[in-house]
């Protein structure tokens, strides 16, 4: 719960301070090779910090079964990720979260596609696996 209420309130103030959405896609996207690093840099540092200070203070329940996936499989899965993010023009946190706050037309569309593909995929991997 305070992790969604935290979620929500770095989004406000990212759109307060710099006038950008905090869709995560777009961000390391320009991290790279954009300009304003600095503070993109500064927000991704923090998504791995945050991930960290939580498996420390609650444990290994926060990543629970990743230890049981092989690498191969988790990169392939990070690569197709990668690919419908960039098809869908951002991520479910730039849909989910902002989009949707700011009532996005795309992000009304983008986000049922992302949970009901999550829900096609869960289900697939349950029969097959």
């Known amino acids: ?31 790279l090779r954009g300009p304003d690093r600095d503070w993109r840099l500064a927000f991704i540092a923090g998504l791995v910090a945050a991930g960290m200070v939580a498996r420390i203070t609650v444990g290994p329940a926060v990543v629970a079964g990743l230890d049981t996936i092989p690498l ?15 098809m869908a023009n951002g991520c479910t946190s730039g849909h989910g979260i902002c989009g949707l706050a700011r009532l996005s037309r795309r992000s009304l569309v983008a986000v049922p596609v992302f949970m009901g593909t999550a829900m096609i995929t869960l289900a697939l991997f349950k029969v097959l696996a």
């Open 1 to 31: 719960m305070a992790g969604g209420a935290l979620i929500g309130l770095v989004a406000g103030l990212l759109w307060l301070v710099h006038g950008r959405i905090a869709g995560i896609a777009g961000i390391a996207r320009v991290a």
């Open 72 to 86: 191969l499989r988790l990169a392939i899965a990070g690569l197709l990720v990668g690919i419908g993010t960039s």
